[in-house]
């Protein structure tokens, strides 16, 4: 892989607003700068499905960064309440579970550790900005 393609540019988010969900505070900790280097607003991180929705209750975003298995779930219930968006990236030790997978067949499946640039880029090729 090139460095262009796993390191972000500088305003690839560009404002926009991105959910972080993970459950891995080192992890989550790493997404939320690069969202932040990348110029976006990092939304977050929910640690739990419930925390999640909650936040996407409260603020619409722009895209997010999932990850999969959650102390009190899957993402099934955060994927749903997102369908209607484009800029989703699953970040995952596991890939999709097959009823997931069959349900969202369109959304990109990253396995951890993927480069944080790698999902701003993809991000970034993907999102749509909310007024």
Known sequence: M??????????????AR???VE????????LVMAIED?????IGPASTVQDALDLIAGMLP????L??????GNIGPVL??????TGIVVHTGV???PDLRAAYPNIPVFTKPTAPGTLMNRLAGSITRRS
């Open 95 to 97: 890939g999709l579970p």
């Open 18 to 20: 991105v959910l972080v």
């Open 67 to 72: 990850d999969v298995n959650l102390p009190d």
């Open 80 to 85: 749903e309440a997102l369908r209607w968006m």
């Open 62 to 65: 722009d895209g997010a960064i």
């Open 2 to 15: 090139s460095p262009a393609q796993t390191q972000p540019l500088p305003t690839a988010l560009a404002g």
């Open 38 to 42: 990348a110029g976006g607003q990092a």
């Open 23 to 30: 459950d891995e505070p080192f992890i989550a900790f790493d």
